[in-house]
């Protein structure tokens, strides 16, 4: 099924050839017009009459064009509007240009790049920033006069409250990798809401963009060719994900869903497998088997459903497996992972799992022959280990990390971290998942998931629907629980399962 258009992710290139073709196509209304209402129109739902001035900051480009034009309309509307802008005025593009001719027109009052922005009891604070410095044309790091601009603007916001626009993109943000420009040598402007201008953009929902564009926010400026436009990713929508397996028949026994089995838990770490097998039996894998190098927990006492099994003896038969939660990395390890390997079922590839695969090559050669499916869910760091990568390298492009691990091992990949990017090998577009909070950054969620992962694979869902719902399901769980006041501090692994278990019931019956 077609992802819906505010769904759909653009590339930088793709929305600057939707901008070439409508230039060509048109010239009443300029699309830098249609954006500067947009951006006024917007800017109402933030703002009320008499409550404080605005700040529009306009860079050297297009992006300070929008800036200029929703800077008229503000003043005209009876907002006291001030603007500061950066760049030479002589070498804006003829649209800005116009633009700027309006703005010193109008009662606007325009500030030196280098003026003070400090609250003070002497004059009413800004009710509203209107980030326009740079838009998707950024492409180098934000450095100097910029620079300082944009620290005083997180700093004032940060002190005051004062609610922050993007206009199109945070300024700072690269628009597809979401990683700052520049990385530390960078900086980047914190919104709290980003108006994304003619299409949505993966890097306003991963990496630093999931925290810095604050509330996405969509105006296609009547562009009606992005519904027919190539994208390069989109969101999960879980009510388009096929989850026909999941629903339950009348005839059916615990035989018809499937068999998990955990290949993990070694001594010390046992509370990693028994999260994943929790997890398993709560998404409604028929029976769960929890298999240790050290039979250190012959039974879970909160859940004797499931099953304790010594690896030693343990009998590869349909299960699907997943293995890493707490593994270790000894030979016994690395031997259940060359089997788990060759078992011709669906596994899934997880935590300790994931450093041996990075560490041998014989074991990464099997996971590439593979013919059954396979899903790996790495971390950053777990990802930058499989690539011969630093983190920061990982994170400067998480979709290229992930399409090049899929590449590379021939399988799926959940890679992890705000904004979990989800690919296979085959995939025309990647997909990012949007929900969860920081509440998940803590122990033993990761085994929540990978044991979510296995008992979907179990019911039969296909591998890249399955890693889609889970990630879908484990960060709604989380932002459920927040939204009750269970987190984000102190949101713990194990109270995600009943969420998870009510999500997916709510699901599958068409209940969200
Ligand atoms: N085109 C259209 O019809 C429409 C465009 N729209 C809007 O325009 C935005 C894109 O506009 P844009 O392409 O002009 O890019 P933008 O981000 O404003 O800035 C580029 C300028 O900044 C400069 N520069 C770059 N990095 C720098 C740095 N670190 N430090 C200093 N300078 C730096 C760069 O200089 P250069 O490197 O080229 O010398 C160039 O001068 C888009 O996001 C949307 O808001 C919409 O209104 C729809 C219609
Ligand atoms: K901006």
């Known amino acids: ?297 012959r039974l879970d006492m909160l859940h004797p459903e499931i099953m304790c099994r010594d690896a030693r003896q343990f009998e590869f038969n349909k299960q699907v497996i997943v293995i890493g939660p707490g593994l270790g990395q000894e030979q016994l390890a690395a031997d259940l992972l060359r089997a788990a390997l060759q078992h011709p079922c669906p596994v899934v590839i997880d935590a300790d799992a994931l450093n041996l695969l990075a560490t041998k090559p014989e074991l990464a050669a099997l996971l590439q022959t593979r013919t059954a499916a396979a899903l790996l869910t790495p971390h950053p760091l777990e990802a930058a280990r499989l690539l011969a990568l630093s983190t920061e390298q990982v994170q400067q492009n998480r979709a290229m990390s992930a399409k090049e691990l899929a590449q590379r091992f021939g399988c799926h990949i959940i890679l992890k971290g705000a904004g979990s990017i989800l690919c296979g090998p085959q995939d025309r577009h990647y997909r990012i998942n949007p929900s969860g909070n920081p509440g998940l950054a803590s122990g033993g969620t990761g085994d929540v998931l990978a044991g979510l992962c296995g008992a979907l694979l179990a019911q039969g869902m296909e591998v890249g629907d399955a890693a889609a719902f889970a990630c879908w399901a484990h960060g709604a769980a989380a932002d459920e629980l927040v939204a009750a006041g269970s987190g984000p501090i102190g949101l713990h692994a194990s109270e995600l399962l009943p969420v998870i278990r009510s999500l997916l019931n709510r699901l599958v019956t068409g209940r969200i």
Request: proline content about 6%; charged content about 15%; some cysteine.
């Open 1 to 297: 099924m077609k992802p819906q258009q505010s769904d759909r992710l653009f590339s930088i290139q793709q929305i600057q050839m939707l901008e070439r073709n409508a230039k060509a196509d048109r010239h009443q209304p300029s699309l830098m017009e249609l954006a500067g209402k947009a951006i006024f129109s917007q800017a109402l739902t933030l703002i009320k009459p008499g409550q404080g001035p605005v700040l529009l900051i306009a860079g050297p480009g297009n992006n300070g064009g929008d800036a200029m034009e929703a800077a008229a309309h503000l003043s005209a509307a009876g907002y006291t509007t001030d603007m500061i802008r950066i760049g030479e005025d002589a070498a804006r593009s003829p649209e800005a240009q116009l633009a700027l001719n309006q703005a010193l027109h109008a009662p606007i009052q325009h500030l030196p790049a280098d003026v003070s922005l400090v609250p003070s009891t002497d004059q009413p604070a800004y009710q509203l920033i209107v980030d326009g410095l740079f838009g998707i044309g950024l492409n180098k790091p934000i450095t100097d006069a910029a620079a300082q601009l944009v620290a005083q603007i997180n700093n004032y916001t940060a002190q005051t409250g004062c609610p922050v626009l993007a206009i199109d993109v945070p300024s700072g943000l690269h628009a597809e990798t979401g990683a700052i420009v520049g990385g530390a040598a960078g900086c980047c402007i914190a919104a709290t809401h980003t108006l994304s201008l003619i299409g949505n953009k993966p890097g306003l929902h991963t990496g630093y963009g999931k925290q810095l564009a604050g509330q996405v926010l969509l105006d296609d400026l009547q562009l009606a060719a992005v519904a027919h436009s190539g994208y390069v990713a989109c969101l999960t929508d879980p009510a388009q994900i096929e989850c026909h397996a999941l629903s339950r028949k009348a005839y059916t026994h615990k035989g018809s869903f499937g068999d998990v089995a955990i290949i993990g838990a070694a001594p010390g770490m046992a509370g990693a497998g028994i999260l994943a097998a929790r997890a398993a039996l709560f998404a409604g894998a028929g029976r769960i088997f929890l298999v240790q190098p050290d039979t250190e927990l």
